[in-house]
């Protein structure tokens, strides 16, 4: 596990690692050779927005395409430059191998798909992204980091947010102690789940409820922003008894609550839901505050910084930013980099599998209606 408050210094601005990080190269010489990446899924995510982001970055490149539907992934190739010849299904996915355009597989598939197909790709001799959550268990998370290890291949978590300017901006100002020292962290996320036969629903391809989803969200910036790592949680599932005859709700929570204790004395305070639309992110200090609203959204995050009765809306960050650079194109062209300089993501695979062991810990806390200590 990378040691947060180590990383939370390296993440401050103006340092190598979030120069690449929010997609500016660590190094100034340029490879020739952009590192290709095979979208596995062709869904909401990685149609709408993974792909059409290849063309803000610097070092990576859409090559490949893993898709179900054989049409929609004509349709795509043709769209993006993609080569018939580099179009993929489920069943001849491991001929991914023979591919030597393919660097990196990103897979975008339901949660219960994750650790099947990343270390199918490792096994074929690809690094992988995968989206969080990470997969369904720890357990599963423990073989797909095994498997990229004994592959010699890098894996990397989607956290798109440690990419995010306003993020990095708000956790350099409460290292720099803006706001004194750090007493009390909130994070309440959430949206409101419409369609009940949808994947994120379905307990078997999720692994859980909101908390697995959106939920995660609020857990990672815990602990990215306060720098260290939890000790305990104690969690209550706020799910109606009445929801229950929801047919969204029939099979994973709605709302659920769980409070962390860090070692430094900092109260973590966080709530996922799928009844109703929240995103932000809050840190008290003995001389202010800096807040996050919306923080984790895909457009519009606002950072404000506010010290006794006074806030003030900071602007977007901008040093160091290359023009058209996203998140998402930061996460990709991070791993690349890491590739390219043999140095491990800031968000491996490991920082996945400590989210999913926590979550174990929240579902356990809430059913067993105590507090949970967590493992160092």
Wanted: proline content about 5%; glycine content about 10%; overall charge positive.
């Amino acid at each position: 596990m990378v040691d947060l408050n180590r990383r939370g210094l390296m993440l401050a601005a103006g340092s190598t690692l979030a120069a690449s990080a929010i997609g500016a190269p660590a190094f100034a010489a340029a490879e020739d050779r952009k590192v290709g990446y095979a979208i596995v899924g062709l869904g909401g995510y990685g149609l709408g927005i993974i792909i059409p982001q290849f063309k803000n970055c610097q070092h990576s490149r859409l090559v490949a395409l893993v898709s179900g539907d054989p049409a929609k992934a004509k349709r795509v190739a043709a769209e993006y430059g993609v080569p018939e010849t580099h179009i993929y299904n489920y069943q001849n996915y491991d001929s991914i191998r023979a591919n030597p355009d393919i660097d990196v597989v990103y897979v975008c598939l339901p949660v219960s798909m994750h650790a099947e197909y990343t270390i199918r790709a490792a096994r074929a001799g690809k690094h992988v992204m995968c989206e969080k959550p990470m997969a369904v268990s720890s357990a599963e998370c423990e073989a797909m980091i095994a498997a990229c290890r004994q592959a010699g291949k890098k894996l990397m978590i989607g956290y798109r947010c440690h990419f995010e300017p306003n993020n990095l901006e708000a956790i350099r100002r409460a290292r720099a102690g803006e706001i004194g020292k750090l007493r009390y962290f909130r994070s309440e996320h959430g949206f409101v789940a419409g369609n009940p036969s949808a994947w994120r629903l379905k307990k078997a391809m999720s692994g859980g409820g909101s908390l697995m989803d959106i939920g995660i969200y609020a857990l990672n910036a815990s602990r990215y922003m306060t720098g260290e790592e939890p000790v305990s949680v104690y969690a209550t599932e706020r799910t109606e008894r009445t929801d229950r005859s929801d047919p969204r709700f029939r099979e994973v929570e709605d709302m659920i609550e769980f409070e962390l204790e860090f070692p430094s004395g900092v109260l973590g305070s966080c709530m996922s839901m799928y009844s109703a639309n929240r995103n932000q992110i809050l840190l008290m200090g003995e001389k202010g505050r800096i807040e996050l609203e919306p923080a984790t959204s895909y457009q519009g995050i606002r950072l404000r910084v506010g010290s006794g009765m006074g806030e003030a809306v900071t602007p977007p960050p901008t040093t160091g930013l290359r023009a058209g650079t996203t998140m998402w194109a930061g996460q990709l062209d991070h791993l690349a980099q890491c590739i390219r300089q043999n140095r491990e993501p800031i968000v491996a695979g490991e920082e996945g599998l400590r989210d999913i062991r926590i979550i174990e810990a929240i579902y356990q806390s809430a059913r067993e209606r105590r507090r949970i200590a967590l493992r160092a």
